[in-house]
Structure formats: C-alpha cells, structure tokens
C-alpha cells in the first residue's frame, strides 16, 4: 500500500493506493481543507492529526511527496515548508518511508507530458484508478504521486524516486 | 509556563519557565541534535515527538516562536519550514497558544541591542535565568524567547506577539 500527499496550508491532498488488477484500488483519498480564518498553527495540527488518522487506518509503508520545489518567494516557500513539515513530522513518526519525485516526472508518468495542467493529470488519476468522479485536484496530485512511484518500483533506478 | 523554540534541521533548541522570584525558574531546556547522517524525515519526526513528550512532562500552556525569518535561499527557506511546520504542528495539537516574535524583539528585550551576538543571548539569559552553566546557543535563543515573551505581555499592546 502507498500513500502520496501533497501537501500545503490550506488544502493538503492526500491518496492511498494498493496495487491490484485490473487497475490500482483507491482505498482512501481527501482533501484536508483549513479556512483561511483559521490560525496557521491550527491548520498545521490539522494536517498532521488527519495524515495520522488516515496511516493508522490503513497502515500503508511506503509515502511518495513532491520534492523541494519552486516557491514564488522566500515567504511562500517557508509556508509551504511549514505544511510539509507537519505532514512528513506524521508520517515519518508514524513509521514509512517516505520518497520524493520531481512533479515533473509524476505527470510525465501520469499524463506522459512533464508540463501537464492540473485538469489532465485529475482525468488520467480518474481513469487509470477507474474512479467514478473526478478527484479534487488536490487529491488528484496526491494520487498521482502514487501512481508515479508505484510505475518509478518496476524500472531500472537511473533517477529512482530519493528517500528523504 | 512558557514553551520558548527555536526550530531548524539539526538542532531545534527548547526551553521552559515559569515566572518566579527573584528570577524565572528554568523547568527543561535542551537542544534536539540530528545528525547530518538522518534522513531529513527521520529529523523531523524526531523533533515533533521530543517536543510533545518535553510539552507532555511539563503542560506549559504558551509557546513563543520567532517570526518568519529571512532565508539565504528557497531551498534553505523550505527546510527551515519543515522543521518550524514539525516543531509548530506537534506545538499545536497539545493545545498551546502560540505567538511569533521578531528576532530582533527578542534581542532587544534580552540584551538591550537588536543585532546583539549570540554568545551576548546566552550570557544574558543564564544570568536573568541564574542558570549555573552557560545554555548552548540554540537552548539559549529558546530560552531568550520565553522571557521576552513574559516581559511583552506586561506592556502596552502596541506592538505585541502575533498568535498564529
């Protein structure tokens, strides 16, 4: 079983697959929400409580997350680094591994075009997990990123996901 | 009581008084090292799972944080903010309220001087503190925000710690 999560302040993804035929079982997928009225530290809680929730339920061993990637500025990136840090603090005490993939090689997995747009990579995640609705697009980046390490397992590790 | 932390990577430095005569008491202070070997993860849950057990022994209800800080670089800045997102998640869920404060605030109302040194924190706050050995520096700058939090609340509201 594994976990993707995408995380950040106001609208953490997240997704749990496990591999099966004919195609890979969703078994949990959501998105953490936190109102902009609520305290920064209130939505860091929040995230690191609910990935809890969601591991224990499920007990996946593996997490695949985005790598450091471009922020806007230097108050952006610590904003999105402090979300992060609530999700990998969870996961990692928790007890999975937890690797990192550039998101270019998730939607050139996913979508086999490294600039896709966020729509097209939430259509390929609904069809190749044969899901009934459209993911939200935060769940659907997080389900991507798990479908892009379950394809990254299977083939020679010339730039094999980092574990972090 | 009062939490003080000063979040980063490989050493998050922590402290905790209590306001007392003729000087605040000293109840924990350390400083949480991962060595540069540990997955960055590894830190990270280490970090959230010291601070909730050191906030679990001792229940202080309010925490004092620095204030989103310059960074070299977006790389640095989002490292940084894993580890403050790891420190201010596990903070959070314990229920404290918790409040930034401007590191230059912190060296004012420690040292007298906001560009003060750190070896000038830490002399500062072992005397304030009348702690027998000189903290290490990150213990120190936790500890140099506590009692700058304490004397803050005692003043005209002007430019009080922001509760995030």
Redesign the interface.
């Known amino acids: 079983m594994l976990l993707g999560v995408d995380p950040s302040l106001r609208g953490t993804g997240y997704g749990i697959i496990r591999l099966a035929n004919p195609h890979p079982a969703t078994l949990a997928q959501g998105t953490i929400h936190c109102p902009t009225t609520w305290?920064?530290?209130?939505c860091?809680?929040k995230?690191?409580?609910t990935l809890r929730e969601v591991i224990r339920e499920y007990r996946p061993a593996v997490c695949a997350i985005e790598s450091?990637f471009?922020?806007q500025n230097?108050?952006t990136?610590?904003?999105?680094?402090?979300?992060?840090?609530?999700?990998?603090?969870?996961?990692?005490?928790e007890g999975l591994e937890?690797f990192e993939i550039a998101p270019r090689k998730v939607k050139l997995a996913v979508v086999g075009y490294g600039a896709a747009q966020k729509i097209a990579v939430a259509k390929m995640v609904q069809r190749m997990l044969g899901l009934v609705n459209l993911p939200e697009p935060d769940a659907a980046d997080a389900l991507a990123l798990a479908l892009a390490f379950a394809q990254e397992q299977g083939r020679p590790a010339l730039s094999a996901p980092k574990?972090?």
């Open positions: 305290d920064r530290s209130r860091l809680a995230i690191s409580h450091l471009y922020a230097l108050k990136a610590l904003i999105m680094g402090e979300a992060r840090g609530a999700a990998l603090a969870a996961i990692a005490e937890i574990k972090i």
